[in-house]
């Protein structure tokens, strides 16, 4: 962003033409587009969701955008996340999105956070944004920034996908009558028993889907932002990609609902606690301990089709069939248990843990 720049000066010759089809829209105009450069939105997550709508987003004109990820990127990510090429492999997705993002816009100031949403660090982080648009694919983080958003007064922009299917809300929006509107906790009171659900690398995801249901959440941004139409809040829309149908669907404030802290969500999804989670070995030291005993397990637990693509031992068992082939492995030997972004790899871990193995690490990712 130009040292000269000030979110209350007019539009400059270039953003005057750079958004022209935007001032000329009915109701938008210059104050519209001077709204959406106030605007800082925090997105999380830069993966399949986060593409479109850090996309979107900086080609609007959003005058400050972060970016939460802890991950880099990799050739999987690619089918989706088009944000990305093939010359970012390796690098942190939030480095290459906010290169991409400067390409794209020179207006929209970027700050990245090359680290996982915590209860411990969400204050310090969401404090200075005034929407957070969710875009990632576990339910701890979704529920800690529905209650980070909650207690610190920020809207949310929900966007979620699994296989063919999306779904679309707006939480916590200020009401001209007064007070918010609905929250996550209001829709999904209870989050779903662990392995009840599968996340996108388990059970798969349409390429496209991610962009559709992505870019929506980029209108619904835009609209709050700007103070435009009638954002989803109160209603949840869900598309059907394989179908091609939709429904929005309303739903109401539960009493009870109400969030006064951010607490251990792991252990409320039914996850470890981080204090109880599995000891993690780095890749050198596995390679010590590898040679100090023969009989340590390298157990992948991703799906054949990532099995396929690189591989550190040729035993595989996906997450979802590890429970009833637990006999494929010797509980009295040492099990190293990894995956491609260690969220597998914990439950994983847990599952073993709970069936009487002993000695169980996860590989640093």
Same mark, same amino acid.
């Given at each position: 962003?130009?040292?000269?720049?000030?979110?209350?000066?007019?539009?400059?010759?270039?953003?005057?033409?750079?958004?022209? /089809?935007?001032? @000329?829209?009915?109701?938008?105009?210059?104050?519209?587009?001077?709204?959406?450069? /106030?605007?800082?939105?925090?997105?999380?997550?830069?993966?399949?969701?986060?593409?479109?709508?850090?996309?979107?987003?900086?080609?609007?004109?959003?005058?400050?955008?972060? @970016?939460?990820?802890?991950?880099?990127? #990799?050739?999987?990510?690619?089918? &989706?996340?088009?944000?990305?090429?093939?010359?970012?492999?390796?690098? *942190?997705? !939030?480095?290459?999105?906010?290169?991409?993002? &400067?390409?794209?816009?020179?207006?929209?100031?970027?700050?990245?956070?090359?680290?996982?949403?915590?209860?411990?660090?969400?204050?310090?982080?969401?404090?200075?944004?005034?929407?957070?648009? %969710?875009?990632?694919?576990?339910?701890?983080? $979704?529920?800690?920034?529905?209650?980070?958003?909650?207690?610190?007064?920020?809207?949310?922009?929900?966007?979620?996908?699994? $296989?063919?299917?999306?779904?679309?809300?707006?939480?916590?929006?200020?009401?001209?009558?007064?007070?918010?509107?609905?929250?996550?906790?209001?829709?999904?009171?209870?989050?779903?028993?662990?392995?009840?659900?599968?996340?996108?690398? =388990?059970?798969?995801?349409?390429?496209?889907?991610?962009?559709?249901?992505?870019?929506?959440?980029?209108?619904? !941004?835009?609209?709050?932002?700007?103070?435009?139409?009638?954002?989803?809040?109160?209603?949840?829309?869900?598309?059907?990609?394989? /179908?091609?149908? #939709?429904?929005?669907?309303?739903?109401?404030?539960?009493?009870?609902?109400?969030?006064?802290?951010?607490? %251990?969500?792991?252990?409320?999804?039914?996850?470890?606690? /981080?204090? =109880?989670?599995?000891?993690?070995?780095?890749?050198? %030291?596995?390679?010590?301990?590898?040679?100090?005993?023969?009989?340590?397990?390298?157990?992948?637990?991703?799906?054949? +089709?990532?099995?396929?693509?690189?591989?550190?031992?040729?035993?595989?068992?996906?997450?979802?069939?590890?429970?009833? &082939?637990?006999? =494929?492995?010797?509980?009295? +030997?040492?099990?190293?248990?990894?995956?491609?972004?260690?969220? &597998?790899?914990?439950?994983?871990?847990? @599952? *073993?843990?709970?069936?009487?193995?002993?000695?169980?690490? $996860?590989?640093?990712?």
């Amino acid at each position: 962003m130009s040292e000269n720049f000030s979110p209350t000066a007019g539009l400059s010759p270039d953003e005057l033409n750079r958004y022209a /089809r935007h001032l @000329i829209l009915p109701g938008f105009g210059e104050e519209g587009q001077l709204a959406l450069r /106030r605007a800082a939105v925090l997105v999380v997550g830069a993966g399949g969701l986060g593409a479109p709508l850090l996309a979107y987003l900086a080609a609007a004109g959003i005058g400050r955008i972060g @970016i939460v990820d802890p991950d880099r990127v #990799s050739v999987s990510n690619l089918q &989706r996340q088009v944000l990305f090429g093939q010359e970012d492999l390796g690098q *942190l997705k !939030v480095e290459a999105a906010r290169s991409r993002i &400067r390409a794209l816009n020179p207006h929209v100031q970027v700050d990245i956070y090359p680290e996982a949403l915590t209860r411990r660090n969400a204050a310090d982080i969401i404090a200075s944004y005034d929407i957070v648009a %969710d875009g990632t694919d576990n339910f701890p983080t $979704r529920y800690l920034v529905n209650d980070a958003c909650v207690l610190y007064d920020k809207v949310n922009v929900h966007g979620a996908i699994f $296989r063919f299917e999306g779904q679309v809300a707006v939480f916590n929006l200020p009401l001209p009558e007064g007070g918010r509107s609905p929250n996550y906790r209001d829709l999904f009171p209870q989050p779903p028993a662990p392995g009840a659900t599968l996340s996108c690398a =388990e059970g798969g995801v349409l390429g496209v889907l991610p962009g559709i249901i992505g870019s929506m959440q980029a209108a619904e !941004v835009i609209k709050v932002a700007a103070g435009l139409g009638e954002p989803l809040a109160g209603k949840i829309f869900l598309f059907d990609a394989a /179908r091609f149908e #939709s429904r929005t669907v309303g739903y109401r404030s539960r009493p009870g609902s109400r969030v006064s802290a951010l607490v %251990d969500y792991e252990l409320f999804c039914g996850l470890p606690a /981080r204090e =109880e989670a599995t000891p993690v070995i780095s890749a050198q %030291d596995l390679q010590i301990l590898l040679a100090q005993d023969p009989y340590i397990q390298l157990l992948d637990v991703r799906e054949p +089709h990532e099995h396929a693509q690189w591989r550190l031992s040729d035993t595989l068992i996906p997450l979802a069939a590890l429970p009833a &082939r637990l006999h =494929e492995l010797n509980p009295l +030997h040492t099990v190293v248990v990894y995956c491609q972004s260690g969220a &597998r790899s914990a439950r994983a871990a847990r @599952i *073993l843990a709970d069936a009487g193995f002993t000695q169980v690490f $996860r590989l640093e990712q």
